[in-house]
């Protein structure tokens, strides 16, 4: 093999070895860039569970609170009721 045949293949290999690196650096970049993305998407993911369950808590209050809310209707409803029975009875015998 001649010098110039040396240094032709030299050449070649050392072109072949500059774009693998090339992609290479290039490969290692698109991975930090997915990597960002995913540990974004990780605090995000984390945010939302934290967030779902403080609504769910929020929620589970006011259901109870608007259960408390219900039932108090109910009681001040069937009150009336006996108070206009009770009302009604007293006007029957003051008319009899």
Known sequence: MSETELEEG???????FDRALARLETSA????????RQQRMEVD?????????????ELDKTSARAKRLDDGAHEVSRRLVEAMENVR???????S
């Open 10 to 16: 030299l050449m070649a290999a050392s072109a072949r």
């Open 29 to 36: 970049r698109e991975l930090s860039g997915r990597m960002q």
């Open 45 to 57: 993911t984390q945010r939302l569970v934290h967030e779902r369950a403080r609504l769910a808590t």
């Open 89 to 95: 009875a007293v006007l029957q015998k003051t008319e």
